[in-house]
């Protein structure tokens, strides 16, 4: 079974960019999706992006501003995150092992990391 290990997060103002990395621990071809979602203050957790790792495809979600990127290089799924807000401020996950139904729902991923989280001032 993999495992998935996230780093990349931090403190940053409001501008700026981040590149997440989700480690796949273990045969990333055992996995079908590796996702990014996020959980902001008081909210529930919301899926972001989708790469499908037989061919390194992305889905994301249709509210994204177009200032993400999700890919994939030799077992390392990055989240590159630009133009960052406030309002993205949040514990960053990585999931996978897709089960079915929608990419975006969390419900539906077997496998998560512990998350890293971001901070955006003003």
């Known amino acids: 079974q993999v495992r998935l290990r996230e780093s990349g997060g931090g403190s940053v103002q409001s501008g700026e960019s981040l590149r997440l990395s989700c480690k796949v621990l273990?045969?990333?071809?055992?996995?079908?999706?590796v996702s990014w979602f996020r959980q902001r203050p008081g909210k529930g957790r919301e899926g972001l992006a989708a790469?499908?790792?037989?061919?390194?495809s992305p889905t994301y979600h249709r509210t994204l501003e177009g200032r993400f990127t999700i890919s994939e290089d030799k077992g390392v799924v990055y989240f590159e995150m630009r133009n960052l807000k406030p309002e993205d401020t949040a514990i960053y996950y990585c999931?996978?092992?897709?089960?079915?139904?929608?990419?975006?729902?969390?419900?539906?991923?077997?496998?998560w990391g512990q998350g890293t989280q971001v901070n955006v001032s003003s």
């Open positions: 273990g045969d990333i071809s055992r996995t079908n999706w």
């Open positions: 790469l499908q790792t037989s061919d390194g």
């Open positions: 999931a996978a092992v897709f089960t079915g139904g929608s990419l975006f729902t969390k419900d539906n991923y077997d496998i």
